[in-house]
């Protein structure tokens, strides 16, 4: 255990006299990095001049003009790898370097960087491999189609998990540029676009959420949740009508979701339409019968609408299900003591006794006759 502990440090040792000796023309400067990208691919296009078979120029420069992108993406990880090294977070660091190099492979300063990370993320094989990049010992392999799809999808899915874990704080100027990182790996990903319309909506930039939502509906048509949110962006607005649209798109595509039942009851409501909300509520119940909540919520539009029975059976439900609704109790107790209600029982008994003295006066057949 010792030997391998002397092992390591000796690793570390070595790596840190390296990389304080990388020569200076490997520079971190944006553009000396991107003059490197163009000697490079230039000396990639010399060597399609040799072959044999001779290449249109036309393809060639399409050939130059996308490996001069991809490297010139390569430059801007990079750059974000030293961003997130400076507030000391080397797991996204190391990420970053990762994808820094698929991207440009032959940038060896990101191999030192990266060989750094991966000591101080105790990963010493890893850095060993990149201490031969560096040195030159060693050629970098590009990845493969498969490879470098699996490390797009795993960057996208830890910047949407940065992104969200920042939501939860209310640091939404750092959600956004997370959601945006991830959105440069998986550029047609719903859920991600959902996510950063809803933090340009939480910011108040609602001109960029409103544009972020409708890109989403494409990505993702079956995405109720995305119409759900713009629903309630567009009504926060004061554009009600096309709130209330959103949201029944969004109550068609999820039928089943008591939720958007109840934000649809929600906002028929706002609007005085008490019968539309009291529909949504109902059908709310149906989807969710044991919330107490939802039930006394639909007994207060049913009053209202001046169904007073049907109110009174929801908060009868309501109060079966959690007895502790003090208020829903003292609702249900005014509902029975309001006037028209005693008014409706005396109207009741008075109809009843007519009944009972129309019978009394009536003649009754003597006994034994038919």
């Known amino acids: ?17 390296l990389c304080s000796t990388v020569p200076a023309a490997l520079a971190d400067d944006a553009d000396d990095q991107r003059t ?24 060639r420069q399409e050939r130059f003009n996308a490996q001069v992108a991809e490297q010139n993406k390569g430059i801007e990880h990079f750059n974000l790898a030293r961003y997130y090294s400076s507030k000391w977070d080397f797991r996204m660091a190391e990420l970053e370097y990762e994808c820094a190099i ?46 470098r799809a699996e490390l797009k999808a795993r960057a996208a899915k830890t910047h949407y998990r940065e992104g969200i874990a920042a939501a939860r704080k209310y640091k939404w100027d750092a959600a956004i540029s997370e959601f945006q990182y ?7 990903n719903g859920n991600i676009e959902r996510s950063l319309a809803f933090s340009f909506a939480s910011k108040g930039e609602f001109d960029k959420a409103e544009k972020a939502y409708t890109k ?18 567009l009504a926060d607005s004061g554009k009600k009508d096309r709130a209330i649209a959103q949201l029944s798109e969004a109550v068609k595509l999820e039928p089943k979701d008591p939720a958007l039942h109840v934000d649809m009851g929600w906002m028929a409501e706002s609007k005085g339409d008490f019968s539309e909300a009291a529909g949504e509520f109902k059908q709310a119940v149906k989807l969710s019968p044991n919330h107490a909540g ?20 929801a908060y009868e439900k309501a109060l079966v299900i959690d007895p502790k609704l003090d208020e829903t109790r003292q609702m249900l107790d005014d509902l029975k003591n309001k006037p028209q209600a005693k008014a409706d029982k ?14 009394e006066a009536s003649p009754t057949p003597a006994r034994g006759q038919s």
């Open 36 to 59: 490197a990208a163009e000697i490079h691919m230039q000396s990639q296009d010399d060597a399609v001049n040799t072959d044999t078979e001779q290449i249109p120029d036309e393809e």
């Open 216 to 233: 989403s509906f494409g990505e993702s048509p079956e995405d109720g949740y995305s119409h759900a949110d713009f629903a309630f962006l």
């Open 102 to 147: 698929m991207y440009y492979p032959a940038m060896k300063i990101a191999h030192r960087d990266f060989c750094l990370v991966s000591i101080l993320r105790g990963h010493p094989l890893r850095a060993l491999a990149e201490v031969f990049m560096v040195i030159g010992l060693g050629e970098p392999i590009p990845l493969n189609d498969q490879e």
């Open 1 to 17: 255990m010792d030997k391998l502990r002397q092992n390591i440090i000796n690793l570390i040792a070595v790596c840190a006299l």
């Open 294 to 313: 939802l039930w006394a919520h639909l007994g207060r539009v049913l009053e209202r609408l001046g169904k007073n029975d049907e109110a009174k059976d």
């Open 346 to 359: 005396s109207s009741a008994d008075q109809d009843e006794n007519s009944d009972s003295d129309k019978q």
């Open 182 to 188: 991830a959105l440069d790996y998986a550029p047609d």
